[in-house]
Nanobody, 126 residues
């Protein structure tokens, strides 16, 4: 069993930055593919970014490429999402997710992930 706890959300003006963190429990964190998703009111959960267990591979949604950076610290059992140049359309609840089985190529599919955090709200004002 893996437990995920997100933090770092908040209210920021357009053009600003936030850094989300996702702390995980369990001794096998380093073997999990980690992903970030977001969900705005009335919309489907949307893929944001993913990172392989070794951090050697990352994958981003086109809408955040060049603005967001996913990283992980396996010694701290934590994955991060650095968000720069934020836009009002980035407003959503952001979730981190973990799975030990899916390949990076399937990391955009939220239904593939076994473990989820409770989410953290990010609001970007114009």
């Amino acid at each position: 069993q893996v437990q995920l706890v997100e933090s770092g959300g908040g209210l920021v003006q357009a053009g600003g930055s936030l850094r989300l963190s996702c702390a995980t429990s369990g001794r096998t964190f380093s073997s999990y593919l980690m992903g970030w998703f977001r969900q705005a009111p009335g919309k489907e959960r949307e893929f944001v970014a993913a990172i392989s267990w070794s951090a050697s591979n990352t994958y981003y949604a086109d809408s955040v490429k060049g603005r967001f950076t996913i990283s992980r610290d396996n010694a701290k059992n934590t994955v991060y999402l650095q968000m720069n140049s934020l836009k009002p359309e980035d407003t959503a609840v952001y979730y981190c997710a973990a799975d030990a089985q899916i390949p990076l190529g399937s990391s955009t599919r939220y239904w593939e992930y076994d473990y989820w955090g409770q989410g953290t709200q990010v609001t970007v004002s114009s």
